[in-house]
């Protein structure tokens, strides 16, 4: 039995990354447009787009989406986004369904990648972890993008989550970010990537429903960005355990 659903994930594999790419060749020209209008309006689009572009896909591959927790996002108010990291699948899921335009914080790495490059880059601010500078010059830029009334969303475990445990430590990055721009987190749990790409596991895609849910913000107030950063990290943790399936 197990054999064959690794054969079926394996196919599965194939046609999620064919209808990936077609899709994506669909979509590319309306979000490079995008570059040319002025922001927030500009990524507003190629949030929508992008919506629309993961609401087909997703549904070409078997995988329906659930979001929870929209009405948390007040209007006129800019968010920093706190998401768990268990899977590749985390990135298509968590960005285009954050209500409103937002970036995601990224690897400079994808950039390379044709075409998708472009896409990349318009929808994250970049940085080169391995370059003090760069890691400066990116903090910068997201300030910039949070007075620009644009979401900023984090992971802020790092890299995808490879133990058992339901978190990993977090970074201070997002924290710092928080308490310096003085700016509310609304943190986000994402159910069942894992399921779909398991990260032990190479060219293997099984489709299962996904979920994200958006929990209530937490404001800085008078809280440390170490204070701000346990908060944070036992909310989600405590929300992941109980609602888990």
Known sequence: MQQLKNILARIFALWALISFMLTFLVIFIPSMFCWLLPDPAGQRLFIRIAKLWMNVWLHLTGCSVKIIGKENFKKGETYIITSNHNSLMDVPLSSPYIPGANKTIAKTSFTKIPLFGF??????????????????????????????????????????????????????????????????IIPAVIFNTKKVLPIDKSFYFWPHKLEMHFLEPVPVQDQTADQLKQKVFEIMKEYYQQNKT
């Not at 201070?172 to 509310?184: E, I, N, Q, S, Y």
């Open 119 to 184: 896409y990349y880059m318009k929808g994250s601010v970049l940085v080169d972890r391995k370059s003090d500078k760069s890691r400066k010059l990116s903090f910068e830029k997201m300030k910039a993008v949070l007075k620009q009334g644009i979401h900023i969303c984090i992971y802020p475990e790092g890299t995808r989550n490879r133990t058992s445990e339901p978190l990993k430590k977090f970074y201070d990055g997002a924290f710092k970010l928080a308490k310096d721009t003085k700016t509310a």
